[in-house]
């Protein structure tokens, strides 16, 4: 069975328990806005196991002399870089896909001068004095 890190299960009792911490103290991050949970359609407040896991390493900053404020701007700029490490992930992907549909594509060049893109394995034309132009793969391509 899965454990979905993001789904909002703890009363503030037990997300307080969980991270080792006194329930207003949960309340205060949530007025800062360094830890903000979900809420409950009676405005409960409402923890993830990443908000509980959130409140530990607050918990740690704080211990070794971070500041809340310095607490909460780490804290942003971790969110900050987890969004770009995303977003370069979509982008190599995108990447690679555009990479694969150019190399899987070959042109073929006929005599008055007109290209034509054809499929992998698909050739010219029979008896056509067509030029086809194609990269080996792997062979110094960029």
């Known amino acids: 069975m899965d454990i979905n890190f993001d789904q909002p299960i703890f009363v503030i ?11 207003q103290t ?16 009676g405005k409960s407040r409402r923890y993830s196991q990443r908000d509980v896991n959130m409140l530990r390493e607050v918990q740690r900053l704080s211990q070794e002399g971070v500041s809340l404020e310095g607490i909460k701007r780490i804290l942003q700029l971790e ?19 555009r990479r694969d549909s150019i190399d899987s594509r070959i042109f073929a060049a006929g005599a008055a001068g ?11 034309r029979p ?13 110094n391509n960029p």
């Open 13 to 23: 009792s037990v997300a307080a328990e969980l991270a080792d911490m006194h329930p």
């Open 26 to 41: 949960l309340r205060q991050y949530d007025r800062l806005g360094i830890v903000s949970p979900s809420r409950a359609p």
């Open 79 to 97: 969110n900050q870089v987890a969004a770009l490490q995303r977003r370069v992930g979509e982008l190599t992907e995108e990447l690679a896909r």
């Open 114 to 124: 007109d290209v034509v893109s054809l499929a992998r394995g698909q050739r010219p």
């Open 127 to 139: 008896r056509s004095q067509a030029v086809v132009v194609w990269r080996p793969r792997g062979a």
